[in-house]
């Protein structure tokens, strides 16, 4: 089987971390994975924001409610897209992606974390100091997995996969 089909079928989300740093050089080639995705008009209007300060992390992760998991990853990486753009929730999407995948190939754990539009996306984007006309879309928890969870159940190909018509 080809490497990346096997990177994608052996990702699952990962919610807890051991407390170790990822390199900066790993995290820069994660970001520059996620700057490669397609993006609509290839406007590329995002910004990704990584955090690795302890404190940061810990602010963050009490801000999120369902991302507490975040003060033990190595590294949050916020995505954010420019306001106006008019596919900014789609390019975050194929960006967060790209990252996740290959993080994966790395053998970090992550984990998505809801944040577009969510009741507490505006606090982050204070705490973080986002300009006006940038969006926060995607924040992702990255590090070094202390457990690998079992995969949950997903659908058989067979339930989601139609040819011609439905």
Do not use: H
Not at 7 to 21: A, H, Y
Not at 88 to 115: H, K, P, R, V
Request: contains cysteine; hydrophobic residues 40%.
């Amino acid at each position: 089987m080809n490497e990346t089909i096997k990177t994608i079928k052996s990702r699952v989300s990962v919610r807890k971390f051991l407390e170790k740093e990822v390199p900066k050089e790993i995290l820069e080639d994660l970001i520059d994975c996620g700057r490669l995705a397609p993006s609509g008009y290839n406007r590329q209007p995002w910004i990704f924001l990584v955090v690795t300060d302890k404190e940061l992390k810990n602010r963050l992760a009490e801000i999120t409610p369902w991302g507490r998991f975040l003060k033990e990853a190595g590294a949050g990486i916020l995505i954010f897209c420019e306001k106006d753009a008019e596919t900014a929730l789609e390019d975050a999407c194929a960006a967060g992606e790209n990252i996740i995948i290959a993080a994966q190939s790395y053998g970090l754990g992550t984990c998505w974390i809801n944040s577009y539009k969510k009741a507490y996306s505006e606090d982050v984007k204070r705490l973080v100091k986002c300009p006006n006309n940038m969006e926060l879309m995607v924040m992702l928890a990255v590090g070094y997995p202390a457990e690998i969870p079992q995969r949950p159940p997903k659908k058989s190909l067979s339930e989601v996969l139609r040819w011609q018509t439905f």
